[in-house]
């Protein structure tokens, strides 16, 4: 029989046509208030955004009055709308974020074709809940066998989930926020100037994780 084993890689879309085709559709959608989801009817699946517009200190290079610069993407097999509401609750439940201050946009799709625009949303958005020091968002509740584990850095940024309260904070969340706090001050060192009259600084041989936390502490409230 004829026809190469391997040969070169096959591209089915080798001038991003159909990416471009899915980015375009997706921005065309109109965004609506996650509040909204608990009145909303979806039943279907797809691939959803949503936007981040309040105060919150680390979050205003990404502010998006006008819902262009996802803090988050993810997917549902099934019924988007079940997804959408376990983010309202996560949010909700969070003692420094306000849902108020949240938009979504949803693009239905079948399953397949959901698995291969979320890859590629991630990839030309790089929305900030699904890098390292902030990834746990779209974490579930473990169940009661599980409430001892460690609480994903999301949780340490944004206490409150119940099932999360319980759960201890992990070392590596503390290095990753350690990072952020840094990257934070470089990106806003006008501000540290203002409020703390220089640079803030965080011991590094503290023991507690909380110490990290101490810098968004002062001014790092949603509500």
Sequence with gaps: MGGQILGEVYNPDPNNEIARRMLE???????????????????????????????????????????????????????VGTRLKSHFKSINNAYNLDLDHFTVRVLPLTAAWAVWTEALFHEHYDPLWIRGAFTGFGNNNPGSKRSDGKASNWDVIHPGREW?????????????????????????????????????????????????????????TDR
């Design 25 to 79: 559709e997706f921005e065309s959608r109109r965004a609506f208030p996650l509040r909204d989801v608990r009145r909303r009817s979806f039943g279907h699946g797809g691939v959803y955004a949503l936007y981040y517009n309040g105060p919150f200190a680390l979050y205003q290079s990404i502010r998006s009055p006008d819902s262009r610069i996802p803090i988050y993407i993810g997917k549902a097999d099934g019924d």
């Design 164 to 220: 999360a309260l319980t759960m201890s904070r992990s070392s590596n969340a503390r290095v990753q926020l350690k990072a952020e706090q840094e990257r934070w001050e470089l990106e806003n060192a006008n501000l540290v100037v203002e409020l703390f009259g220089g640079k803030a600084q965080v011991e590094d041989d503290s023991d507690d994780p909380d110490e990290i936390l101490d810098l968004f502490a002062l001014f790092s």
